[in-house]
DNA sequence: ACGCTGACTATTA
DNA sequence: CTAATAGCCAGCG
């Protein structure tokens, strides 16, 4: 095979559109997307996939601008590590996330996620890494 | 231009 | 076990 740098590349999927990753916003936003009714996942899943695992805050930050962004981002479909709702004062308003994930059928308790675990959805495997 | 903050995570004490 | 700290990167004052 012809010699590939493959220095701290990021794997990075290819869009079909000849889109590149435009903003790592538009990135996390699709991935985001990706995520099947009654599943969850973490920003840190999120990152990895994306390469940037480290950089979980600038998922959870994009997040931020999920608002911004043209198509609706399912954010409450995206919690932190430990399944807990950090970002849920970040909706408007905060309740509509827990209430939006019991409605799919994921159960909340104080702020946290029943099962996490089992309806947890890796992007990475999913999505064909 | 510099420093603080933040929807995180992993490691160390 | 829990608590604190470091690493991360971009926006905002």
Not at 19 to 36: G, M, S, T, W, Y
Not at 70 to 87: C, D, E, I, S, W
Not at 113 to 128: Q, S
Request: charged share 30%; proline share 6%.
């Amino acid at each position: 095979m012809p010699s590939r740098k493959q220095t701290t590349e990021k794997p990075k999927t290819v869009k079909p559109s000849g889109k590149r990753d435009e903003n790592f916003f538009e990135l996390v936003f699709e991935v985001a997307r990706q995520i099947p009714k009654g599943k969850v996942t973490s920003y840190g899943a999120i990152a990895e996939c994306l390469g940037t695992k480290s950089s979980a805050r600038m998922v959870g930050w994009a997040m931020n601008g999920c608002h911004h962004a043209k198509l609706k981002v399912p954010a409450h479909r995206v919690v932190n590590r430990n399944g807990m709702l950090t970002g849920k004062f970040h909706f408007s308003p905060p309740e509509k996330m827990e209430k939006l994930l019991k409605k799919e059928g994921i159960k909340v308790k104080d702020d946290q996620i029943v099962d996490f675990k089992k309806h947890f959805w890796n992007p990475v495997v999913e999505l064909g890494f």
